[in-house]
């Protein structure tokens, strides 16, 4: 489904925008719920990575398949490395067999796993014959993706004697680590994280545990370019946040200052309102290694703005759902922007005009679709493959009609 989105000003609704949970949270209580039953979740994404997450814990196939979920690949990995008696295959979509995994299937086969590849050495799709891990103590290289090292924490309190982990390396989305250790602490693990070492205790059963799910910071990032391409006092009230987030991409709130946005905290949402204009000289400078997921949100809203920034911290980007870097660059300069990318970075040059009718192509990619959704209220624009959307946020394109935004197929 390609989506025509016609040039148009923003409303401030009067009704909040309820968004769903976040999928890197829920991914996560997920996978420890299916190792402690005891703990019971409230405001589940309904995000396709969510719902393959889900289904493939519940399922009893010896072949999982997990499309495009990143966190799912990696966590399920970690899982079914544990669960004795039981032998899986485990898959995804041809871009998910092109995303690496080495790092991780290396670490668990060191701590005593049996997992082999069925296609490419170091990508899925792989064997994975449930086994007791031995081993208690591994190093894994932390530069590539934070996922791998998430998946260890998941399951190390299930480990006979817990897990000490050293990170080798400089970190990257060190957020999300420290995203997975807060949930291991609020279910009632006890995790240490000091300079390069983590160590899990083990723990084999927990008590009746009930934890929210604060909704997707990465999805109101969407929200926040809208505003900042807005005219001054447009507003828009987000649902469920809080001020104290367990999501590095909540750094939204202080980033978007610098985009005159600003962010005000309620009980259980937040108000984003453009009170400033930007002064066009401005250059936006940004190391992203902590919030990966929001690069292509702040370079299109750069691109609308029509100010230069230069992101940095972006090497993760290439092995994401699509290469984003080539992905964002391509499709900026189409609607005439200059961009220079190098191996994890992103610079773009003033530009004094957008293009009209520009059809984006969105690789696969959800955030490609999103980023470039806001550009509507500059000009027309037609986004291909719409429905990506759904791998994180479904209803986005219904959140967007009730902001004013004019679309159809
Ligand atoms: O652990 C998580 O939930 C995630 C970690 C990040 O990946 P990397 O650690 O690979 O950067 C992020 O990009 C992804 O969307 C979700
Ligand atoms: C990178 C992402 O997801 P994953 O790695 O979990 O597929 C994302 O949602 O932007």
Redesign the pocket.
């Known amino acids: 489904m390609n989506l025509k989105l016609e040039k148009s000003t923003l409303q401030s609704p009067q009704a909040v925008i309820k968004i769903t949970g976040s999928?890197s949270e829920s991914n996560r209580l997920l996978l420890l719920q299916a190792l402690y039953p005891e703990i019971k979740i409230n405001n589940l994404s309904n995000s396709d990575?969510t719902v393959f997450m889900k289904k493939a814990l519940s399922s009893n196939s010896n072949a999982i398949d997990v499309h495009?979920?990143?966190?799912a690949m990696r966590f399920l990995t970690a899982y079914f490395a544990i669960q004795k008696n039981r032998t899986v295959s485990i898959t995804g979509s041809q871009r998910m067999k092109e995303r690496p995994i080495k790092i991780l299937v290396d670490a668990l086969n060191q701590l005593g796993a049996s997992i082999t590849y069925l296609e490419n050495d170091g990508f899925p799709p792989m064997q994975i014959k449930g086994e007791t891990l031995k081993c208690n103590q591994v190093t894994i290289d932390a530069g590539v993706s934070s996922?791998y090292i998430s998946a260890l924490l998941l399951i190390g309190s299930k480990l006979e004697n817990g897990l000490n982990l050293t990170l080798a390396g400089e970190m990257t989305s060190i957020p999300y680590i420290k995203m997975t250790l807060q949930l291991l602490n609020q279910i009632g693990i006890e995790t240490v994280f000091e300079n390069n070492e983590i160590r899990i205790k083990p723990l084999k059963a927990l008590k009746e545990t009930e934890l929210t799910v604060e909704s997707d910071w990465?999805s109101a990032s969407y929200f926040y370019s809208l505003m900042a391409m807005s005219a001054i006092d447009t507003e828009v009230t987000l649902s469920s946040y809080k001020s104290t987030s367990l999501q590095g991409d909540s750094v939204l709130a202080d980033i978007y200052k610098q985009f005159g946005v600003s962010t005000s905290f309620h009980e259980t949402s937040i108000t984003l309102k453009k009170i400033a204009e930007i002064n066009s000289s401005t250059e936006i400078k940004l190391n992203l290694v902590n919030a990966?997921?929001i690069a292509q949100t702040i370079a299109v809203t750069c691109f609308g703005l029509g100010i230069s920034c230069h992101l940095t911290g972006l090497h993760t980007l290439k092995i994401?759902?699509t290469d984003r870097l080539v992905a964002l660059k391509t499709e900026l300069e189409k609607l005439g922007g200059t961009v220079i990318i190098t191996e994890d970075s992103l610079k773009l040059d003033v530009s004094t005009s957008i293009k009209k009718d520009v059809s984006i192509e969105t690789y696969n990619d959800?955030?490609m679709a999103m980023a470039f959704a806001p550009l509507a209220l500059k000009t027309d624009i037609i986004i291909k493959d719409a429905e990506v959307v759904s791998?994180?946020y479904p209803t986005f394109w219904k959140d967007l009609k009730t902001l004013g935004i004019k679309h159809f197929e």
């Open positions: 999928k990575d495009h979920a990143g966190t996922q990465s990966p997921d994401k759902e959800h955030r791998k994180s």
